[in-house]
């Protein structure tokens, strides 16, 4: 029998399992759109510099050179990275919702801020600034996403807001092609117009923000249950005032927690990641390593393999990105709701598997010389219906399997160490080896991002864990669980 303090240092919720019971609903559809609006933004910033690249250097005020244009995208990924981490840390010790309105503030003012830059080191500074607004919106608004998502929906609702990126990715080429026509604006007013694409659909969707509470995930987990359940009843009383119905009954026992709060450290992190869950750690490491070097170092040299290899004029490689675009976000969407049901472990393998066989098939067709450049996107558009999938697996991966005290800055550090190792090799590499000018070098280059998406395929059948439809407690207890006490 428990001794008196005993229990008094215990006490009981069943916060997760009304969150897991809810229906989808209009409060579900508010979350996603206010809080996925990230991805969109980070797909059009992505897009925007490539697209804009010969504007930039026949801009009066800008005149960037090549290196400076390479330079302002290794800042905008640097400042990424920098920012997912020190906001992880944040969002982890602050709360979900003070945090993805802090970074939005920074995004909108960083990127409107560089629609106005004068010179390079204002147009860089700016940059890196942009990135550190989107990489810190990444991890509060992947936790809140997560957290307030029923279980069996959250598998394809992370995909589908995951696979948004290519929407802005779209929007960025479009909307940089349609503003560098000729005549419709003056040289030097074109790419300013562009870059507030993103200050408008952020200001936009700020309002929205409002709307969306604080996680009650996290407020449990920090002692404040009466705010929790307060934040919960009114979700759904609005729920069974919108469709009539009533909900269904809590399931399972109560989630136990030390009534005991504090916030976790690096020696708390280091634990959890080398002691308590090292398979999933070295999990999460290669399908976030595996992911961003394919992506990174196949779309952020298409234009260089169009123009070089193909003879694309600048002016139409938009035309080019669009349906590649496209077909990345046809592959969350279509492909989502059966991570729900056939289970993670089976689509995330299959995801990545399908991927690196296809990527070694087309590195054959591009080497022996039988693809055009419709062909060559064609080819592209197949394979990453399949990669898009598989790389927004890995968030979702990240973000299941890590303590609910520490998982915005577990979903920070495995953005920031797959950015780091996969995200920025890719691009050089494949940028030198665009540069050699011969076919058989970059297939080379093509079968080695073939074998890393293969190898994380075999990583994820062998340590994969059983996420689909349990709860996040379930998955990965918090640290100040009790139930096994």
Known sequence: MKSASTREAVVETDIPARLDRLTWSGFHTLVVCALGITWILDGLEVTLV????????????????????????????AGAVGGAVLFGWLTDRLGRKRLFTVTLGLYLLATAATAVSWDFPSFALFRCLTGAGIGGEYTAINSAIQELTPARYRGRTDLIVSGSFWLGAALGAGGAATVLLPGVLPVDLGWRFAFGIGAALGLGILPLRRF?????????????????????????????????????????PPLKLSRQTRDVNLVDLAIVLFRTYPRRAFLGLVLMVAQAF??????FTYALVLSRFYQVPPASIGLYILPF????????????????????????SLTFAASG???????????????????????????FFFASAAASSAYLTVGESFPLEMRALAIALFYALGTGIGGIAG????????????????????????????GAAVVELWLGPSAERRSLEHVTPPLASRDTA
């Open 50 to 77: 490539g697209s804009l690249s010969g504007a930039l250097q026949a801009s009066p005020a800008l005149r960037l050179s090549d290196a400076q244009i390479g330079a302002s995208a290794s800042l905008y990924l």
């Open 212 to 252: 969306v509470p604080e996680s009650p995930r996290w407020l449990m987990i920090h002692g404040r249950l009466a705010e929790a359940d307060r934040i919960l009843a009114g979700i759904e009383a609005n729920i069974v005032a919108a469709t009539g119905a009533r909900l269904t009954p809590v399931a399972g």
């Open 294 to 299: 394919c992506f990174n170092a196949i779309f």
């Open 325 to 348: 675009a496209v077909s990345n976000f046809l592959g969350p969407l279509l492909l989502g709701r059966w991570f729900d049901t056939l289970g993670r472990r089976t689509m995330i």
């Open 357 to 383: 066989v296809l990527l070694t098939v087309i590195a054959g067709l591009f080497t022996a010389g039988w693809l055009d450049a419709r062909g060559q996107t064609l080819a592209w558009s197949v394979v």
């Open 427 to 454: 691009p050089v590499l494949f940028g030198s080896l665009i540069g050699t000018g011969v076919r058989s070098a970059i297939g080379w280059g093509y079968v080695g991002a073939a074998a890393l998406m293969l």
